[in-house]
T-cell receptor
Framework: DGGITQSPKYLFRKEGQNVTLSCEQN?????MYWYRQDPGQGLRLIYY???????QKGDIAEGYSVSREKKESFPLTVTSAQKNPTAFYLC????????????FGDGTRLSIL | AQSVTQLDSQVPVFEEAPVELRCNYS??????LFWYVQYPNQGLQLLLK??????LVKGINGFEAEFNKSQTSFHLRKPSVHISDTAEYFC?????????????FGKGTTLSVSS
């Protein structure tokens, strides 16, 4: 079955360390997204990519970086510049624009050691 | 700019009772609206969507929602809830942003069903 795979499920970051969250999809979707979820805050957009080798900042991009070298993959790096990285991170994808619903992975929970 | 307001952060109900989760949106253009459900430590699952046509939209697990353009609302309803419906529910609107579209989410409503 097609879907979105996020790994790892749990991740711990040490002070000053960069960590990378993986997101892979086999749905042949063009657009991919990263959201951050904090309790009571809903989902906030970090980065998104509509096509390979192109991506844009969302509402809370500071302290994060991404790449889109392949259609199937959209890894997110949480850099040491992100001072409050503890959150649940969700990756999503969609086929086109407008009315197409987004499909979500099962998330990665990042915590500080 | 488009925005979504979920009017209740928590909704406690008893099993087999009806429930309504309220969502208002703000948009100056035609909208696409969605409801998602999230179970603990999982991703979001699509419940239903409104793109156009009939204002009453039926989704999975017995849920339905009604699009009301004049009141800019998209409330989610279920006539009889089960314990297994306990989860967080998110309303979202599709927004045009630089180089594409994205979903704008409300802050979520936690539905707690007890026996």
């Amino acid at each position: 079955d097609g879907g979105i795979t996020q790994s790892p499920k749990y991740l711990f970051r040490k002070e000053g360390q960069n960590v990378t969250l993986s997101c892979e999809q086999n749905l042949n979707h063009d657009a991919m997204y990263w959201y951050r979820q904090d309790p009571g805050q809903g989902l906030r957009l970090i980065y998104y990519s509509q096509i390979v080798n192109d991506f844009q900042k969302g509402d809370i991009a500071e302290g994060y970086s991404v790449s889109r070298e392949k259609k199937e993959s959209f890894p997110l790096t949480v850099t040491s510049a992100q001072k409050n990285p503890t959150a649940f991170y969700l990756c999503a994808s969609t086929k086109g624009t407008g009315g197409q619903p987004q499909h979500f992975g099962d998330g990665t929970r990042l915590s500080i050691l | 700019a488009q925005s979504v307001t979920q009017l209740d952060s928590q909704v406690p109900v008893f099993e087999e009772a009806p429930v309504e989760l309220r969502c208002n949106y703000s948009s100056s253009v035609s909208v696409y609206l969605f409801w998602y459900v999230q179970y603990p430590n999982q991703g979001l699952q699509l419940l239903l969507k409104y793109l156009s046509g009939s204002t009453l939209v039926k989704g999975i697990n017995g849920f339905e929602a009604e699009f009301n353009k004049s009141q800019t609302s998209f409330h989610l309803r279920k006539p009889s809830v089960h314990i297994s419906d306990t989860a967080e529910y998110f309303c979202a609107v599709s927004a045009f942003i630089q180089a594409g579209t994205a979903l704008i989410f409300g802050k979520g409503t936690t539905l707690s069903v007890s026996s």
